[in-house]
């Protein structure tokens, strides 16, 4: 039982759904098990609920409004996947959605946002939160336990308005893992020299800072660098569902106001109205560093601010 034990730890489960009964089998007889899941079936119309969708289930499973679809297209794929060599000559059309299987990865890559220990933080293969799923009519049977399952992000999409939900929180990096597909399948027939690559994001300070109500907190990425020269553009953004911190002031996604949130510098007041007590807790922010090469691509940094008393 201790060997079970020890090795059920090690493991870490990331599904694309359930297309059987084998998930909920497995939750329920290994509760201790690390899983990250949409739970339901595709007969039961689970797969448009699903956050995985979101990766380009615009028009077909996700159904979903906001994001920039001319990114996912067959045209798009032609010009920065199909044309490069024979691996990209591989890449077949798709008829229904690109890619569907490919966020149970994503949080792989080392961007320096993703973090797949915490499925809560949110990262290219999207957000999830620890909690029992209530059963839905889409489910094989009900969930016996908590997992990781559908989490929602409020973003700002490509029709200048906001939208929650669950494929939000794969959708928002669309542009960033696009690109960064792109310049992969460049590296497959171009030299070093000739390819681009991402530019490599350090802060001046810890990932994790302290602060109290009314605090201003410094933000800083000096000392980010681009390997092949390019210039850089930063983007410092608030992720307020990341963290526990809840604050009623602004609207929307961005409640806290970041000044010089384009340079590599920026700054903060933690905010002093909290929507109940005890007013603590965390707050993410992401600096998002893009290079100026071809395609454009780009890295991240996580601050963690604990508020305290």
Known sequence: ADELKAFIQKI???TISDQDDSGPWIREQF?????????????????????WSGISGDYFHARCD??????????????????????????PHWEYLMEGDTPS??????????????????????????????????????????????????????????????HETI?????????????????TIKSVEDANHPPVVKLAHANRLTAKKGD???????????????LLSYEWFYYP???????????????????GFDNETASFTVPTRTVMPPGTGT????????????????RYARVIVDVVK
């Not at 201003?216 to 390019?230: C, F, H, I, M, T």
């Not at 602004?250 to 970041?258: D, F, K, L, S």
């Not at 707050?283 to 780009?298: E, K, N, Q, Y």
Request: glycine share 10%; aromatic share 14%.
């Open 12 to 14: 870490r489960v990331y």
């Open 31 to 51: 509760p201790d098990l690390f899983y990250v899941a949409s739970p339901g079936f595709y007969p039961g119309g689970a797969y448009q609920h699903a956050t």
């Open 66 to 91: 906001g994001a920039d679809f001319s990114l996912v297209t067959n045209e798009w794929l032609d010009k920065n996947i199909r044309r490069k060599g024979p691996l990209g000559e591989e890449y």
């Open 105 to 166: 990865f994503l949080n792989l890559i080392d961007n320096g946002l993703n973090e797949s220990e915490h499925p809560d933080w949110g990262g290219w293969g999207g957000r999830y939160e620890l909690y029992t799923p209530r059963m839905q009519k889409w489910f094989l049977q009900a969930e016996t336990r908590p997992f990781w399952s559908n989490a929602e992000d409020e973003v700002l999409g490509m029709d200048g308005r906001w939208h929650r939900g669950n």
């Open 171 to 187: 959708w928002r990096w669309r542009e960033a893992y696009q690109n960064d597909f792109a310049a992969r399948m460049d590296w």
């Open 216 to 230: 201003v907190v410094e933000l800083s990425a000096k000392g980010s660098s681009d390997p092949d020269g390019d």
């Open 241 to 259: 569902e990341a963290g526990s911190f809840l604050c009623s002031s602004g609207t929307n996604a961005r409640p806290v106001a970041i000044n």
């Open 283 to 298: 707050m993410h922010f992401i600096v998002a560093v893009t290079d100026h090469g071809s395609p454009r691509l780009t």
